[in-house]
């Protein structure tokens, strides 16, 4: 008899997020289900990981008789430590989010969904991080619910290119108001930063990171026309930053 797939669910925006809970019960039809996800809020956290403090793994019940873990460190502790402590086998699928907000285009860059699912791409499990485009903590994951099924299944069933995995990015509203799915490449967009300067009771100034967010790319081939056709986006990426095209160039410096 064969075994069920084993399937590993992370986020950033911790085990209690509505987005996470959306997941779960996505995930239950396809495999057995372990969660390992952080405590607090980790958004924006990037691919950081915990060298300067220990980490705290505690076993939750949020889910009832779903096996999971609160983790007190970055997504990406909660990744390693549930291959490398918690996990009697490796998963077949690591799925991050649902995380409340995009993360298409250069978003990725800083998310912390997305580097759960680049860190499982690193230890070669398949991988998704999936994203729904409201921050509302009490949003609609409807379909977001749909489509992970749909797209984890695929990724089940068909697996992904070694180094590789997928940032899917879903619009905000109904299931029958959504357009489909986009296979698409990330978006050249950047935030315009700015902050919001104030001081504290004690005169001593502080800082909110706030600003504005650009879309210079007018392709229609992106993630970010797509999510604004209202489909569903699906952006293979990499952990590979390499800048191949420069190479033949850089070689004809004078490096001596």
Request: hydrophobic share 35%; charged share 20%.
């Amino acid at each position: 008899m064969s075994k069920k797939p084993l399937i590993l669910i992370t986020n950033d925006d911790s085990i209690n997020a509505k987005g996470i809970a959306s997941l779960v019960k996505a995930m239950q039809s396809l495999g057995d289900i372990v969660v390992v996800a952080p405590d607090t809020v980790q958004s924006g956290m990037g691919h950081a990981i915990t060298i300067h403090h220990p980490l705290r793994l505690k076993p939750s019940d949020v889910f009832g008789d779903i096996e999971a873990y609160t983790c007190s460190g970055t997504p990406v502790d909660c990744v390693k430590l549930a291959i490398y402590e918690i996990l009697k086998r490796r998963p077949d699928l690591l799925v991050s989010g649902v995380n409340h907000g995009s993360n298409a285009a250069t978003n990725v860059l800083y998310s912390g969904t997305m580097s759960a699912a680049v860190e499982g791409a690193i230890e070669g499990i398949p991988s998704i991080g999936f994203s729904l485009l409201d921050f509302d903590e009490d949003a609609d994951f409807d379909a977001s619910i749909e489509y992970a099924t749909k797209i984890s299944k695929l990724v089940l069933q068909n697996g992904l290119s070694k180094g590789t995995c997928l940032n899917v990015n879903i619009p905000k509203g109904k299931i029958d108001d959504l357009s489909g799915m986009k296979i698409c490449r990330q978006g050249k967009a950047y935030w315009e930063d700015s902050f919001d300067k104030r001081q504290d009771p004690f005169g001593g100034s502080y800082y909110w990171l706030t600003g504005d967010y650009r879309n210079t790319d007018k392709g229609e081939d992106t993630d970010l026309w797509a999510l604004g056709q209202n489909y569903v986006s699906i952006v293979p990426t990499q952990f590979d930053m390499t800048a191949h095209h420069l190479i033949s160039n850089l070689n004809e410096w004078d490096l001596s």
